[in-house]
């Protein structure tokens, strides 16, 4: 079945710190990927649509400049959190689709956590 | 905008018990109906997904059923396991594949 690698699963750094986040479709081609946060206990949000080749759709209330979505290839998204706060730590979750009525696939996450 | 709702938030039972978790949407205008269980610190694994024409799905002991009418979809696990210990979200599908979700329902399961 369609597999999305999401990396890395964890990561801990301290305030002011940009974190880059990678989302690969390992055997398809990922049209459109979608950009997901979780916080604890509660369900996932979507924060930003992206298309190959161009530029990212984000949500109400997700800055833009905040989270840095490139997704210059059919296998490869990225989200880049830009000078990361406490108030930023959560679960994201990556997603993708190789045709645009097709289920998404989503990846394991990635747990970031802010000092 | 869509909105999805699930209830109960939390449940709790002995294993062996029949269960129905219950989803219900504000628009009906959905492409189908999604059902998802995420493990504590994992991302998703899709369980069900009931197209708008369809009625229910069935999966070994898991049996998800779609009433776009009244916005709502069940999902009825037989014979209930510690292991299906999760959370399980539901997600309608709208325009453009975005998926809104519901805040899911935690799942334990006690031997």
């Known amino acids: 079945g369609a597999v999305v690698s999401q990396h890395p699963s964890r990561v801990i750094c301290k305030s002011g710190t940009s974190v880059k986040i990678e989302c690969r479709s390992l055997?398809?081609?990922?049209?459109?990927m979608f950009w997901y946060r979780q916080f604890p206990k509660q369900s996932l949000m979507l924060m930003a649509t992206?298309?190959?080749?161009?530029?990212?759709?984000?949500e109400q209330g997700v800055e833009k400049d905040k989270f840095l979505i490139n997704h210059a290839s059919l296998t490869l998204s990225t989200l880049t959190v830009t000078s990361a706060h406490p108030e930023d730590s959560s679960f994201y979750i990556c997603?993708?689709?190789?045709?645009?009525?097709?289920?998404?696939?989503f990846g394991d996450g990635t747990r970031l956590s802010i000092l | 905008k869509q909105e999805v709702t699930q209830i109960p938030a939390a449940l709790s039972v002995p294993e062996g018990e029949n269960l129905v978790l219950n989803c219900s949407f504000t628009?009906?205008?959905?492409?189908?109906l999604q059902w998802f269980r995420q493990d504590p610190g994992k991302g998703l694994t899709s369980l069900l997904l009931?197209?708008?024409?369809?009625r229910e799905q069935t999966s070994g002991r898991l049996n998800a059923s779609l009433d776009k009418s009244s916005g709502r979809s069940t999902l009825y696990i037989a014979a209930s396991q510690p292991g299906d210990s999760a959370t399980y979200l539901c997600?309608?599908?709208?325009?453009?594949?975005?998926?809104?979700f519901g805040g899911g329902t935690r799942l334990m399961v006690k031997p």
């Open positions: 009931i197209q708008s024409s369809q």
């Open positions: 997603s993708a689709v190789d045709r645009r009525n097709q289920p998404q696939h």
């Open positions: 997600a309608s599908r709208g325009a453009g594949n975005m998926l809104t």
């Open positions: 992206s298309n190959e080749g161009s530029k990212a759709t984000y």
């Open positions: 055997d398809f081609q990922a049209t459109t």
């Open positions: 628009d009906s205008a959905i492409y189908n």
